[in-house]
Structures are given as structure tokens and as C-alpha cells.
């Protein structure tokens, strides 16, 4: 494989800087906060064997500038909408993870012009079910909640450290993660105070859901958070025809701590959504400090 290519797309006064690998039908990979274009970096060497998968670093992701749209939801499907424009790719293949598939899932039924199949790990967005809701809304508190108190205390990099354990659901996950995935975070670290003043997210109701006309896959962990695997179920059953897939072994950072089953993951996803039909090749040194 060629040496991945970077380049940086100017949007709205925000500097995005995108990653190339590989050649072919186009698959864009977003990352979840606190992350960049490095997340998923691994995962797209993995299938360029057989597309041209671009990573990014979304607004407010990395050094900046950041330009002058806000945090957010809305801002992300706008920034995923432009990104897409500017790089001539689109229809592409989108894979997205965590807080930017619900962005993902927004333009892909706003805009299915742009995205020709999607795929959504873990997704976030309050279902309408009033009992999931109250379930969801619990298990963030207790997960989350003491992340933003320490951001409140003004103790970042055990802020950091909180929200990264919560998410995997297994104290110590951070302290455990080769120094790569722990650099990502640190130097994104800024992002996490941001999910206190973001705007408001964007609807995603049942009939905005039930618009989508894509080949969509919505995946999730066997070993991830009760709040991700409701929300997940949630939107499997709403999109029509989504296929539904259950990661074995697998929790929420799934796509960071093992690129190589998540670029399977992915694949099989393409292949069933008439896209590159390759394997991704085999892992090399994608997990190691």
C-alpha cells in the first residue's frame, strides 16, 4: 500500500485535515470525542487494499482553528455535508462512530445523495421510548457523571482518564491503552468540556429515521454499556431495512482497541451493501505503543 496521503479542507474558517489510503470507491470514517483523524487511521489502512478510505479530524478535533461554527450535532452534519462537497467524493460509504453517527445518520436522511451506504458503531441519540429513555438517561449519569465533575474541579487528565474507563465500562481501560491511543486522547482532551456547552442536538425522530433510503448497518458490542446498546437496538429497529450486527467480545472503543475485527467489521458491511468486496489485509503493527 502507498504511503497515506493528508491534506487539510478549509470549511467555515475550521482547518479539517483528512487522511488518504488506498484507491478506489470512497469510504469516509468519523471519529467519536475525545478524537482525530488518527482514531480510525488504522482501520482505513486495513480495508485500502480494496477502497479509498479518508479519515478526518472533525471541527474542534486537533490544534484548529476551528473556525466559526459551534459544537455540535448540527455542526457536525453540516461539517460532514461540506467535507464530503469539497473533496468530490460523495457518494461515499460512511462509517461512523460513537458522538459523530448521529451526525451520520442525520445527513444520510437529509442528504442520501452524498452517502451511498452507512454504517453507524454505537450511536447517539435519545430514542423516543419513554422507559429506554429513562434507562439510558441512568446509565450515562452514573458512567459520565463523575467525568463531568472533575471537569468542574478543573482536573482534566482525570476527566480524561473517567470518561475514557466509562465508555469501555472497565476501570483502568486508559491506563492499559498503548501510548498511541493514549496520545490521541490527551492532545483532544479539550474536547470533552465542549459536550457541556454544546447546542442543542439535532432531532432525530422516528419519521427522520424511517426517511433513510440507504443500506444501513447498525452495529454494537456484546460487552458495551447498557445506554450504547439500547440506542443501538433503538435505531436498528427504526431505520427500515437496517441491518442489525452484534460485535461478540466487544464494547463501545471497539474501533480504537482492535482495528483489526472493526476493519472486518466494516468490510462485511460493503460487501453487503454492494461496496468494495475485499477483505481488509491482515493487521501489522496498527495496536502497537
Not at 464530503?84 to 445523495?113: C, D, F, K, N, Q
Not at 473517567?162 to 491503552?177: K, L, M, P, Y
Amino acid at each position: 500500500m502507498a504511503h497515506p496521503a493528508t491534506g487539510t479542507v478549509t470549511i467555515a474558517g475550521a482547518a479539517l485535515r483528512t487522511r488518504h489510503a488506498g484507491r478506489g470507491e470512497p469510504v469516509l470514517l468519523t471519529h467519536g470525542v475525545p478524537g482525530d483523524l488518527e482514531s480510525l487511521a488504522p482501520v482505513a489502512d486495513l480495508l485500502a487494499g480494496s477502497c479509498h478510505a479518508v479519515t478526518v479530524s472533525l471541527r474542534h478535533a486537533g490544534p484548529g482553528p476551528h473556525g466559526t461554527r459551534g459544537f455540535g450535532t448540527a455542526e457536525q452534519r453540516e461539517d460532514m455535508r461540506d467535507l464530503i462537497r469539497a473533496l468530490g467524493l460523495g457518494p461515499v460509504h460512511l462509517v461512523a462512530w460513537s458522538y459523530s453517527a448521529h451526525a451520520a445518520m442525520a445527513l444520510t436522511a437529509g442528504h442520501p445523495e452524498l452517502v451511498r451506504s452507512l454504517m453507524v458503531f454505537e450511536p447517539g441519540f435519545a430514542t423516543e421510548d419513554q422507559g429506554e429513555l429513562e434507562a439510558v438517561q441512568q446509565d450515562m449519569g452514573a458512567a459520565f457523571g463523575p467525568v463531568f465533575a472533575a471537569l468542574a474541579e478543573g482536573t482534566a487528565e482525570d476527566a480524561l482518564r473517567r470518561s475514557i474507563d466509562a465508555a469501555a465500562g472497565e476501570e483502568g481501560w486508559f491506563e492499559r491503552q498503548p501510548a498511541r491511543i493514549r496520545a490521541v486522547h490527551r492532545r483532544n482532551a479539550h474536547m470533552l468540556p465542549l459536550l457541556l456547552t454544546q447546542s442543542a442536538p439535532l432531532p432525530l425522530d422516528r419519521q427522520t429515521l424511517a426517511s433513510i433510503g440507504r443500506p444501513v448497518t447498525v452495529a454494537w458490542g456484546t460487552c458495551t454499556r447498557r445506554c450504547y446498546r439500547i440506542v443501538s437496538k433503538a435505531a436498528a429497529r427504526t431505520i427500515p431495512a437496517a441491518r442489525a450486527v452484534s460485535v461478540e467480545r466487544a464494547n463501545h472503543l471497539l474501533p480504537e482497541a482492535d482495528p483489526g475485527a472493526f476493519a472486518g467489521e466494516v468490510a462485511a458491511h460493503l460487501r453487503w451493501a454492494g461496496g468494495p468486496a475485499d477483505r481488509p489485509q491482515p493487521a501489522t503493527s496498527s495496536s502497537s505503543p
